[in-house]
T-cell receptor
Framework: EAGVVQSPRYKIIEKKQPVAFWCNPI?????LYWYLQNLGQGPELLIR????????DSQLPKDRFSAERLKGVDSTLKIQPAELGDSAVYLC????????????FGPGTRLTVL | GNSVTQMEGPVTLSEEAFLTINCTYT??????LFWYVQYPGEGLQLLLK?????DKGSNKGFEATYRKETTSFHLEKGSVQVSDSAVYFC??????????FGKGTRLSVIA
């Protein structure tokens, strides 16, 4: 069974440019998460979807970050415009249903903003 | 709110040494507790979990016991291998709240 797929794996952009990350969760997983992981830190939740509904986006900086999961399957996270401080690893995870179900993580996208 | 505190690294051990990585938590109610591992260049993988007090999670020779009285979930392994070199994250989830992670502990095992 395929795991969580993320692309690209690495992205280097100039500040003020837009960037998008894509995630395809494990088949049948209704809940999808986007996390931000800064160097030397644990992941921090940005947004959680249950099917196509964003049920927790309280930590998403909505002035520059947006996300969508239109058909309740794959998801896109966008930053526009990117800032130097956005350099980090962006992780996607999925789980079957509730937040207490085991989450399975993708390999992440490492973003570098110059 | 919920939080996790784990020992800071890096931790460097010789092969076959005993490993302990301390983790304590603060949470309301009865959270589930997890250890995740991140090998170089890979995503986080669930190593083990425990969902109620006194449960012991185990996998690949690693163990951790959910201690409600000390609010702890320390990770142990009796004999580490070079292949165990990775970053280990303690995490909890409770009620309707998703995972909250500690900062991670980097383990390096030398032959």
């Amino acid at each position: 069974e395929a795991g969580v797929v993320q692309s690209p794996r690495y992205k280097i952009i100039e500040k003020k440019q837009p960037v998008a990350f894509w995630c395809n969760p494990i088949s049948g997983h209704n809940t999808l998460y986007w996390y931000l992981q800064n160097l030397g830190q644990g992941p921090e939740l940005l947004i959680r979807y249950e099917n196509e509904e964003a049920v927790d986006d309280s930590q998403l900086p909505k002035d520059r970050f947006s996300a969508e999961r239109l058909k309740g399957v794959d998801s896109t996270l966008k930053i526009q415009p990117a800032e130097l401080g956005d350099s980090a690893v962006y992780l996607c995870a999925s789980s079957l249903g509730t937040v207490t179900d085991t989450q399975y993580f993708g390999p992440g996208t490492r973003l570098t903003v110059l | 709110g919920n939080s996790v505190t784990q020992m800071e690294g890096p931790v460097t051990l010789s092969e076959e040494a005993f490993l302990t990585i301390n983790c304590t938590y603060t949470a309301t109610g009865y959270p589930s507790l997890f250890w995740y591992v991140q090998y170089p260049g890979e995503g986080l993988q669930l190593l083990l979990k425990a969902t109620k007090a006194d449960d012991k999670g185990s996998n690949k020779g690693f163990e951790a016991t959910y201690r409600k009285e000390t609010t702890s979930f320390h990770l142990e392994k009796g004999s580490v291998q070079v292949s165990d070199s990775a970053v280990y994250f303690c995490a909890l989830s409770g009620g309707n709240t998703p995972l909250v992670f500690g900062k991670g502990t980097r383990l390096s095992v030398i032959a």
